[in-house]
């Protein structure tokens, strides 16, 4: 998998799932072991994302060469808004959603870059340190200057044998 592959197969994924859902359109399904699971074919890759919770809430995404069983991406991400925070959690979450939909369609095929983005009252900015076999990513929220919510994911990309691969 190449870098712009799996760029590619990232901003597919996560936008089919979280930016797309919406209170009239679901795309997970009940989950086993998560509260909700979600799977789209991207090309030859597969890509999943499961979750927990709502707040606090947890999850993973995978990316599969199709018909095989072990990932070669892994993100597991946490995140919450604070209590008492002077906004609802509701509003929140949906800033969150707005800013990370804003990064997916704003990154230009250059996902892994740091971000901010501001509506009205909200500041969103997230910051990436690390690199594709280890990444972390922080995504902060911010109502009138105040942190309100976080989120934290930590990637890993499963090196390739192929000299062309990442």
Do not use: H, N, R, V
């Given at each position: 998998m190449t870098k712009d592959e799996l760029i590619n197969v990232l901003i597919t994924g996560r936008t089919e799932c979280y930016v797309k859902k919406s209170s009239s359109y679901n795309p997970y399904v009940p989950g086993g072991k998560y509260d909700w699971d979600f799977q789209v074919a991207c090309g030859n890759y597969l890509?999943?994302?499961?979750?927990r919770g709502f707040n606090p809430y947890s999850g993973v995404e995978y990316i599969y060469v199709k018909d095989q069983s072990k990932p070669i991406w892994s993100c597991d991400y946490v995140g919450y808004a604070f209590s008492n925070a002077g906004v609802s959690e509701?509003?929140?979450y949906g800033f969150l959603k707005k800013g990370r939909s804003k990064h997916l369609t704003d990154c230009a095929g250059n996902?892994?870059?740091?971000?901010?983005f501001r509506d009205g009252n909200f500041d969103y900015q997230t910051r990436f340190?690390?690199?594709?076999?280890?990444?972390?990513?922080?995504?902060e929220l911010y109502y009138h200057g105040t942190l309100v919510g976080i989120q934290t994911s930590a990637g890993y990309l499963k090196v390739q044998e192929r000299a062309n691969d990442i």
């Open positions: 890509f999943t994302d499961s979750y509701k509003e929140i996902l892994l870059a740091d971000y901010s340190s690390g690199d594709l076999k280890a990444i972390l990513q922080i995504e």
